[in-house]
């Protein structure tokens, strides 16, 4: 969710438009689309040595969790985001105001701010979540905290509910999402969640077995929190299989509920997405990131139909997610994305 200090922030920066943030991986550009019509601006930036696996914008300015691929290192990319959105269409390049390094950083996935304006990030590599205040943020050397919770193996997602607590995503074991309350925050491995559920037995957590294929994006939205299913792995063939899945969780008494899984990973024709990764709510929508719509071959993650340059992002309404609607058209054709626009988390300002 935009917390309460980024929509005072946003408003503050002139964003009249609906502006869309989404990174391209593999072409190490961010796809930027501005405007709400039937054709919004198309604008791509270029990224220096980065491949982007998830986006944010706070106070105007615009992060971008870059993560190693070769010889690019981790790194956070911090750009204006006026500049940005108020670019003719076409390819902008442009120097980033900051580039944020550690050498702690390894894959980095989520990132998301919480109400005290806190940059938060997940750390897939080396099972970490990170933060950086925003006290030291905008300084020349931005400090680094680790272990500020009891991070899963493989974190992917991240998101602040209204409490303050975080929602994360985890790849371990098939899948696993954790609540963290703002109290055990800074407690590192010490921190005790809320809420636990997992595809994976494990002491003092909730099993539900085959619940999560791979997790990605986490969001909470119209009071529920969603988990997009990317996809499955087969350990024989080191091959991935589309996960197709969005689940529906609520919070009955205490206990996380499966209310409901939009899609179907058995059957393409049941679901309008094929590897969902990122999400993200606003008041009106949940946005979903695809990261191989459109693929002749989809494979998710590293493999599949990289050629076929496709990708899609989606947004749905909470009628049409409680209809379990799977004819909703796609918002955004990225026709000529160089694959994988969904390995991590995109981000809407101005929705409409």
Same mark, same amino acid.
């Given at each position: 969710?935009?917390?309460?200090?980024?929509?005072?922030?946003?408003?503050?920066?002139?964003?009249?438009?609906?502006?869309?943030?989404?990174?391209?991986?593999y072409g190490q550009l961010l796809d930027v689309r501005?405007?709400?019509?039937?054709?919004?601006?198309?604008?791509?930036?270029?990224?220096?040595?980065?491949?982007?696996?998830?986006?944010?914008?706070?106070?105007?300015?615009?992060?971008?969790?870059?993560?190693?691929?070769?010889?690019?290192?981790?790194?956070?990319?911090?750009?204006?985001?006026?500049?940005?959105r108020t670019a003719p269409a076409g390819t902008l390049?442009?120097?980033?105001?900051?580039?944020?390094?550690?050498?702690?950083?390894?894959?980095?996935?989520?990132?998301?701010?919480?109400?005290?304006?806190?940059?938060?990030?997940?750390?897939?590599?080396?099972?970490?979540?990170?933060?950086?205040?925003?006290?030291?943020?905008?300084?020349?050397?931005?400090?680094?905290?680790?272990?500020?919770? /009891? @991070? *899963?193996?493989?974190?992917? !997602?991240?998101? #602040? &509910? +209204?409490?303050?607590? %975080? =929602? $994360?995503?985890?790849?371990?074991?098939?899948?696993?999402?954790?609540?963290?309350?703002?109290?055990?925050?800074?407690?590192?491995?010490?921190?005790?969640?809320?809420?636990?559920?997992?595809?994976?037995?494990?002491?003092?957590?909730?099993?539900?077995?085959n619940l999560f294929l791979e997790p990605e994006g986490?969001?909470?939205?119209?009071?529920?929190?969603?988990?997009?299913?990317?996809?499955?792995?087969?350990?024989?063939?080191?091959?991935?299989?589309?996960?197709?899945?969005?689940?529906?969780?609520?919070?009955?008494?205490?206990?996380?509920?499966?209310?409901?899984?939009?899609?179907?990973?058995?059957?393409?024709? /049941? @679901? *309008?997405?094929?590897?969902? !990764?990122?999400? #993200? &709510? +606003?008041?009106?929508? %949940? =946005? $979903?990131?695809?990261?191989?719509?459109?693929?002749?071959?989809?494979?998710?993650?590293?493999?599949?139909?990289?050629?076929?340059?496709?990708?899609?992002?989606?947004?749905?309404?909470?009628?049409?997610?409680?209809?379990?609607?799977?004819?909703?058209?796609?918002?955004?054709?990225?026709?000529?994305?160089?694959?994988?626009?969904?390995?991590?988390?995109?981000?809407?300002?101005?929705?409409?």
């Amino acid at each position: 969710n935009v917390s309460i200090t980024q929509k005072f922030a946003l408003s503050g920066t002139g964003v009249s438009s609906r502006v869309v943030w989404s990174p391209d991986y593999y072409g190490q550009l961010l796809d930027v689309r501005v405007g709400s019509g039937a054709s919004p601006t198309a604008i791509k930036v270029s990224l220096p040595s980065c491949n982007p696996n998830s986006v944010a914008v706070n106070n105007n300015k615009l992060y971008v969790a870059c993560s190693a691929n070769g010889a690019n290192p981790d790194k956070i990319l911090v750009y204006n985001a006026a500049t940005i959105r108020t670019a003719p269409a076409g390819t902008l390049t442009i120097s980033p105001l900051q580039t944020i390094t550690n050498s702690k950083f390894n894959s980095l996935i989520g990132i998301a701010f919480d109400s005290s304006n806190d940059l938060w990030i997940a750390s897939y590599g080396n099972n970490t979540i990170f933060s950086i205040s925003a006290a030291t943020l905008n300084t020349a050397s931005p400090v680094v905290t680790t272990e500020l919770v /009891d @991070s *899963p193996p493989s974190p992917t !997602g991240l998101a #602040f &509910a +209204t409490d303050g607590s %975080l =929602w $994360v995503t985890g790849q371990y074991g098939g899948g696993i999402l954790l609540n963290f309350p703002k109290s055990q925050f800074g407690l590192g491995e010490s921190a005790q969640p809320a809420y636990c559920i997992a595809s994976t037995a494990l002491s003092g957590c909730q099993y539900v077995n085959n619940l999560f294929l791979e997790p990605e994006g986490v969001a909470v939205f119209n009071g529920d929190i969603w988990v997009a299913n990317n996809s499955s792995y087969n350990s024989a063939t080191g091959l991935t299989s589309p996960g197709r899945e969005l689940i529906d969780l609520k919070i009955v008494s205490n206990t996380l509920s499966v209310n409901a899984t939009y899609g179907n990973a058995s059957v393409a024709a /049941d @679901s *309008p997405f094929v590897c969902p !990764g990122g999400l #993200f &709510a +606003t008041a009106t929508h %949940l =946005w $979903v990131n695809d990261e191989s719509y459109g693929e002749t071959n989809p494979g998710c993650g590293g493999n599949g139909d990289v050629a076929t340059q496709t990708g899609g992002i989606f947004s749905f309404t909470p009628a049409q997610l409680a209809a379990k609607t799977t004819t909703v058209s796609q918002v955004l054709n990225f026709s000529n994305v160089t694959g994988r626009p969904g390995f991590g988390g995109i981000f809407v300002e101005n929705d409409q």
